[in-house]
């Protein structure tokens, strides 16, 4: 649009004018984001169908809708394409979490034990096929451990601070021990069995009698 066309239109449609370009940008971004959401779903479909190496971009290409030409201007390689559906899934768990975290009507040590129970089902849900094992490694998975793992230390330090749980071991190093052992979901084949395994991991980080505040 030029300038000349904008300042010479009558005030009342000024306004108009001036939120075409917003408008028309954000239609596209809408279009793009709606094609790469299409893409990550269609090839998490077709890996957990077909497997890993049988899925090709031209498959998914048909399978989506769209012509190779602008799958590859997204993404390089189906490789490509599966880390960023892993990414945009860690996003929506670690939010799950942090919703967890902030609910208000529960204690710090209800929080807590709500998250790592939520965790550990994510984990005894996806561990074990050829996808996690790819996808469960990188920069972006890294990112994602440290993030839940400050997430867990802070609320570990909520209940020590409550007087709900121990304080005689530091939060970081509880949060540790926490995550560890949430990982052993991945070995249980119930999901009666992983809420025991958070229960039992629960109960070593409540204070003994033995153990003051402040100590």
Same mark, same amino acid.
């Given at each position: 649009m030029s300038l000349s066309r904008l300042t010479d239109a009558p005030a009342d449609k000024r306004d108009t004018l001036r939120l075409v370009p917003k408008l028309w940008n954000e239609t596209i971004e &809408? #279009?793009?984001?709606?094609?790469r959401d299409a893409t990550l779903d269609t090839t998490a479909a077709l890996v957990s169908k077909h497997g890993l190496r049988a899925v090709t971009m031209s498959q998914i290409a048909k399978e989506t809708g769209i012509g190779r030409a602008t799958l590859y201007k997204y993404y390089p390689d189906v490789e490509s394409i599966l880390v960023a559906w892993h990414e945009r899934l860690v996003a929506e768990h670690l939010r799950q979490l942090?919703?967890?975290?902030?609910?208000?009507d529960l204690k710090a040590s209800e929080r807590l034990a709500a998250v790592l129970e939520r965790y550990a089902l994510?984990?005894? &849900? #996806?561990?074990?096929t050829e996808l996690a094992a790819l996808l469960h490694q990188g920069p972006h998975f890294d990112r994602a451990q440290q993030h839940l793992h400050r997430l867990v230390a802070d609320m570990v330090a909520d209940g020590a601070k409550s007087g709900e749980?121990?304080?005689?071991?530091?939060?970081?190093?509880?949060a540790t021990y926490c995550l560890h052992a949430a990982t052993a979901a991945t070995t249980l084949t119930s999901k009666a069995a992983v809420k025991r395994l958070i229960d039992v991991t629960l109960s070593g980080l409540r204070p003994s009698n033995s153990v003051k505040r402040g100590s």
């Open positions: &809408e #279009h793009r984001r709606a094609v942090s919703e967890i975290r902030h609910r208000e994510i984990l005894h &849900e #996806h561990h074990g749980l121990r304080v005689d071991v530091g939060p970081d190093e509880l």
